[in-house]
């Protein structure tokens, strides 16, 4: 029989993820909302030296929970909950890692957990969208040519996350994504491991956004920046471009788990607000009874149990390590849905109040239209659904 419980572990964790996020992260998600480009530093070294103690999942090699994925899934609502801004900074593989872990070989996925053993926090980042390609990645112009016993790396790479904690703050890793014959397309695209003293990599510029503005996100220049040919990841028969879409499955839905935590807080602030007005949700009350705003918090409940779902289900599918593109894509397509949907709504039932500064929803609102752009927008995560369920290829359907 399925079920929903989650095992006492998992509640565990949630708890202790809930006091970090009431104690190291709402107090101050306002002042780095306020001041982009400064880094939460004192968030980042309580995580690097005394959260990683608890929420061992965050130290890749340190998992003890069977199902270590799912277990992720709980953590990353619960910190998105708190502020989504702050996940991104968390100092743990997140998007570079799970390229390596999902591409490289067993002496670069040792690489990997070294490092995040090492006394000095670790980022690594993942850099694959270019000024003319974003959606479609397969376009990528950035060149990687052998010579001799190294890879030379020339382009430009966008809106790369934590390239400045991976390149400048930390010894970390920045997975590059480079074709190695242009003519060739996808077939030649492979993802390389550029570390902080390559020669020829440097961070151009920091954007400035609407939203997540605790994360710096950068653009990087790659200019013959030499890597030793071993930095390949996965090897010359490594599993190359496929091995994106691989990266993308498994960091889908963590980014979804992240957007349902967000939905949550403004659900959570929404009937804080209204019962300090004396209003009580009639759960349970016939539809046709209910008043209209009961049914738009009824409604936005049931669309969240939904996205949660789903990301629950396409969770599970890696931790059995079976297919999950399917329920990956769904899960993001339909969270980034609701986050957006449900912050605006917020925003309009608390009027003024949710538009004003005095609470945190107005920046929700900004932070949660992220998860219907990056790791593939809402019409790419729709038409990947659509080929999968319809049995169309990539080039039928595009
Ligand atoms: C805060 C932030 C962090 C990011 N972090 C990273 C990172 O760490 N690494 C990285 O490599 N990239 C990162 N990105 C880039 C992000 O992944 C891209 O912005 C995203 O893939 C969309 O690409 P694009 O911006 O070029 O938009 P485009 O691909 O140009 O899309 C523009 C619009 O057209 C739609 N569209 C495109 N193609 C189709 C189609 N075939 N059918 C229907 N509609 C379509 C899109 O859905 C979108 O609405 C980040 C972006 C942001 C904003």
Known sequence: MISFENSQYIKDQQKYTETVALEHIR????????????????????????????????????????????LQMHINEMIGWGD????????????GGTAITSNGNEAQKNRLIERFRSDK??????????SHCGSDAGAIRARAVQDGDSW?????????????????????FLVVWATTDPSAGYKAIKPFLVEKDAPGVKISKLEDKLGL????????????????????????????????????????????????GIAR???DLLK??????????????????MTSLERDIVDMDAQLNAAWLLVIKAASLVDQKKPNTL???????????????????????????GYSKKTLLEKWMRDGRIIDIFEGTGEINRLVIARLILGYSGKDLR
Not at 29 to 35: L, V
Not at 55 to 69: D, I, M
Not at 272 to 289: H, W
């Open 121 to 130: 926090v670790t980022w690594t980042a993942m850099a694959l969208t270019e």
């Open 84 to 95: 989504m801004g702050f996940y991104m900074c968390l100092p743990y593989p997140s998007l």
């Open 152 to 172: 030379v790396l020339n382009g430009e790479k966008l809106f790369v996350t934590n390239a400045r904690k991976s390149l400048i703050d930390s010894d970390g």
């Open 213 to 260: 503005r605790s994360s710096d996100t950068a653009v990087v220049l790659l200019e013959d920046c030499r890597v030793p040919f071993e930095n390949l990841l996965g090897g010359v028969d490594g599993p190359g471009f496929k091995g994106a879409m691989k990266t993308f499955d498994e960091a889908r839905p963590v980014i979804a788990a992240c957007g349902c």
């Open 27 to 70: 107090p101050v998600a306002r002042y780095f909302d306020d001041h982009e480009h400064e880094e939460p530093w004192d968030f980042i070294n309580f995580i690097w030296n005394e959260g990683r103690k608890t929420l061992k999942n965050l130290a890749p090699g340190e998992e003890t929970f069977e199902e270590p994925f799912m």
């Open 327 to 353: 329920e990956s894509s769904m899960s993001k397509a339909k969270t980034g849905d609701i986050v957006t949907r449900i912050t605006q709504k917020g925003v309009e039932l608390l009027g003024a109040l």
């Open 272 to 289: 804080e607000k209204l019962a300090e007005e004396g209003i009580k949700i009639r759960y349970g009350l016939p539809r046709n009874l």
């Open 265 to 267: 807080a403004t659900l």
